[in-house]
């Protein structure tokens, strides 16, 4: 073989294996999803923490979970699809999405049913709180599920390992 075809050989195998995207493009389409949802998750779990304070450290953490949520959310539908995945990238923002409608719905009720002063708290707000409780729970869990099997699914499909800091934290 000349050393014009051995160099063309080359340079047509090089375009070949550079053209579609790789594991390691895969786990970093990974992480930079998961880098949101972890996100969202610290500011919930600031804002869980701050249930048993005061009321203004509530609110205050209540907001911040808020913006987090709406910030990663948004954060989220930008990102392009990486190629064939037709499931994690929606389980990511379907669980952001329920993050916003509990934010805009059930924690602001338990915001609100927390914020009464001690004395006016009735039986009906702590059954209410409860209930909302146990539902958040219950659709949380689902959301959850949905995503990790999604991004396990996702990894197996491109052949990476997922790194353990970097799966969602719930």
Known sequence: MSRRSVFLLTCVLGLLTACGPTSSDAAKY??????????????????????????????????????????????????????EDKTFLPACVRALELQHSL????????????????????????????KLIADIDLRQKKAMNDLDNAQRDFAAKWNFII???KTFSE
């Open 30 to 83: 990974n992480d930079q999803l998961i880098e949101e949802q972890n996100k969202v998750a610290n500011k919930g779990e600031a804002f869980f923490t701050a249930l048993d304070g005061g009321v203004e450290d509530m609110e205050k953490a209540y907001g911040e979970f808020r913006e987090q949520v709406a910030s990663s959310l948004s954060a989220t539908k930008e990102i392009k699809p990486f190629p």
């Open 103 to 130: 934010c805009e719905n059930e924690y602001k009720t338990i915001v609100a049913l927390l914020s009464k002063p001690d004395d006016q708290i009735s039986e009906e707000d702590t059954d209410e709180y409860g």
């Open 163 to 165: 790194d353990p800091t």
